[in-house]
């Protein structure tokens, strides 16, 4: 499996290449397996994949700014980015 950010998200399972809409762009994808994959793009836009679909987090989405950053470890996701007036956006959750 390959996964690549940018206008859209590409994925690539068993050399056939899906692309995904989200409606903005994908900066940083990380996941520790094919059904825990998290990608994240300006406004505070957070997604994540279980395998079968995408769930965008709309509740996360933000009116400027950037989620830069994504680390797994166990069963924690952080998200980390910043705004425009250069204030610190973390979000830390269970998987």
Partial sequence: EL???GGSL??????????????YIIYRV???NSNNIFASGPFGNVAHYNGIEWHKYEELTRDSG???GIFI???KVFIVGYTTSNTTLIYIANK
């Avoid at 068993?14 to 809409?21: L, S």
């Fill in 3 to 5: 996964y690549v950010g």
């Fill in 30 to 32: 990380r996941g520790t």
């Fill in 10 to 23: 590409a994925q690539r399972i068993d050399g056939i290449w899906i692309e995904e809409r989200f409606g």
């Fill in 66 to 68: 950037v989620m830069s």
């Fill in 73 to 75: 470890s166990g069963s």
